[in-house]
T-cell receptor, first 114, second 117 residues
Framework: KAGVTQTPRYLIKTRGQQVTLSCSPI?????VSWYQQTPGQGLQFLFE???????NKGNFPGRFSGRQFSNSRSEMNVSTLELGDSALYLC?????????????FGSGTRLTVV | AQTVTQSQPEMSVQEAETVTLSCTYD???????LFWYKQPPSRQMILVIR??????QNATENRFSVNFQKAAKSFSLKISDSQLGDAAMYFC??????????????FGTGTRLQVTL
């Protein structure tokens, strides 16, 4: 079956703009989590969505938001971009989030803010 | 809050040899799960192996095995018969068994593994 699909793979934005990233989970998976990966801070949890509801949230400013649609596809949005938002954004899906089996990740979106 | 520490930024192993990657964690919880993920240049995080804290038996997946020492809060990964395709960043990760935070993974800083001929 198809894996987790993230689009676009690469994105270049200007400081102050906003950006929307997309994640399509594995078919049947209802939980989608987002992570930010940077050389300085490593991998940090942004938030998790399950059945269109945000169920868990990390320590990021309100400029970072997300949503999930009825087909479980998720988007995350970053408004008023800052240079420090340059990162690899990974999403992960699982059947119901609180799984013992781990999560399946996508290949990420590389965001560069200039 | 839980923390995960990987003290080896880089490791190198010869093909066909065995290498062990270290991971320690700090938690006050008794119910949790531990994972090792591999991130090759393709950027996708790939699950290598997982361990439930309530299980005393160490997990094994083909050439990959863990040494889980719950009292010492240690979770090392052993790769046997190393192959060129094992070269990647390896991340140790923790997930709480607490249903309130169960969907969040806490990662270590990673160990870059090089495999040489």
């Amino acid at each position: 079956k198809a894996g987790v699909t993230q689009t676009p793979r690469y994105l270049i934005k200007t400081r102050g703009q906003q950006v929307t990233l997309s994640c399509s989970p594995i078919s049947g998976h209802r939980s989608v989590s987002w992570y930010q990966q940077t050389p300085g801070q490593g991998l940090q949890f942004l938030f998790e969505y399950f059945s269109e509801t945000q169920r868990n949230k990390g320590n990021f400013p309100g400029r970072f938001s997300g949503r999930q649609f009825s087909n479980s596809r998720s988007e995350m949005n970053v408004s008023t971009l800052e240079l420090g938002d340059s990162a690899l954004y990974l999403c992960a899906s699982s059947l119901e989030g609180r799984t013992e089996r781990g999560y399946t990740f996508g290949s990420g979106t590389r965001l560069t803010v200039v | 809050a839980q923390t995960v520490t990987q003290s080896q930024p880089e490791m190198s192993v010869q093909e066909a040899e065995t290498v062990t990657l270290s991971c320690t964690y700090d938690t006050s919880e008794s119910d949790y799960y531990l994972f090792w993920y591999k991130q090759p240049p393709s950027r996708q995080m790939i699950l290598v192996i997982r361990q439930e804290a309530y299980k005393q038996q160490n997990a094994t997946e083909n050439r990959f095995s863990v040494n889980f020492q719950k009292a010492a809060k240690s979770f090392s990964l052993k790769i046997s018969d190393s192959q060129l395709g094992d070269a990647a960043m390896y991340f140790c990760a923790y997930r709480s068994g607490n249903t309130g935070t169960a969907s969040k993974l806490t990662f270590g800083t990673g160990t870059r593994l090089q495999v040489t001929l």
